[in-house]
Nanobody, 124 residues
Framework: QVQLVESGGDLVQAGGSLRLSCAAS????????MGWYRQAPGKQRELVAA???????NYADSVKGRFTISRDNANHTVYLQMNSLKPEDTAVYYC??????????????????WGQGTQVTVSS
């Protein structure tokens, strides 16, 4: 099993900044994809930013220029630096990771794991 634990969510005023962290642990062989998603009340979960093992990144149009995703491969951690926050950024932010987990001494299996979510609230 691979577990993800997010942290860093908080209440912040519009224009402020937050940094979210997501650490993966467990029987990890390799992590390819790490991404941040968010879900606001009454809305579908949407991709905010993603980063692959070769550091290729992808951002939702709504956050380009304001958010930056990065990762620490050695510690299986992904970060989301959020600047110039807007009230419409208010949501529960979820971390997702996909890759290979160890199964026994010589085998690996694909995994896809989600974190439990962290609340980000931006007041106007």
């Amino acid at each position: 099993q691979v577990q993800l634990v997010e942290s860093g969510g908080d209440l912040v005023q519009a224009g402020g900044s937050l940094r979210l962290s997501c650490a993966a642990s467990g029987s990890i062989f390799s992590i390819n994809f790490m991404g941040w998603y968010r879900q606001a009340p009454g809305k579908q979960r949407e991709l905010v930013a993603a980063i692959t093992s070769d550091s290729s990144t992808n951002y939702a149009d709504s956050v380009k220029g304001r958010f930056t995703i990065s990762r620490d491969n050695a510690n299986h951690t992904v970060y989301l630096q959020m600047n110039s926050l807007k009230p419409e950024d208010t949501a529960v932010y979820y971390c997702k990771a996909t890759g290979l987990r160890r199964v026994g001494p010589a085998n690996a299996a694909a995994f896809a794991s989600w974190g439990q979510g962290t609340q980000v609230t931006v007041s106007s």
